[in-house]
């Protein structure tokens, strides 16, 4: 099973649904689309889940394919899971910055994740996917915490 997040943001991020739907990927792909209104007949929408069954999907996936967002990058790296990340962008009205971009460029970058941009494609991240392993991503909060309680002492 794919699980496919797109987040909470307003803006629609129907592009990265777009690539999806004209893939030739043939798993069960189950999406959280957030505010994104899209009709398909290949996968199953849904606006959003509450965050113990979003954690069931999370374990349940073989793949997560995402928008850039921390969280939606960061957690399923946490449980060693193969991830697609596509930003959205300022130019198509998906957001109102490019951070996601330099985010997932970083990840991408590190081995983390596998970037889907305008210089490749769905069907050949998704093939590529199939061998992938991801660093292990080792999260630096509990270093940060220490400090910030050494300063606050």
């Known amino acids: 099973m794919i699980l496919v997040t797109l987040g909470t ?17 043939k798993d069960r792909i189950v999406v959280q689309a957030g505010h994104t209104k899209y009709e398909s007949d290949k996968l199953e929408i849904y606006n959003f889940f509450n ?11 073989d793949l997560i394919i995402t928008h850039g967002g921390t969280g939606s990058i960061v957690e399923p790296l946490k449980k060693g899971k193969k991830i697609i990340a596509c930003s959205r962008l300022p130019e198509y009205g998906e957001h109102i910055d490019n951070h996601q971009e330099e985010l997932v460029k970083k990840f991408s970058e ?6 889907l941009d305008k210089n490749n494609n769905l069907d050949d991240l998704f093939e590529i996917s199939k061998e992938f392993t991801p ?16 300063k606050m002492k």
Do not use: C, H, P, W
């Open 51 to 61: 965050y113990d069954t979003m954690e069931k999907l999370v374990d349940m996936a």
């Open 110 to 115: 590190g081995g983390y994740i596998l970037e």
């Open 135 to 150: 660093n292990i991503y080792e999260s630096n909060t509990e270093n940060f915490i220490k400090k910030l309680e050494k």
């Open 9 to 25: 943001q307003k803006e629609q991020f129907k592009r990265l649904l777009d690539y999806i739907e004209k893939s030739n990927i």
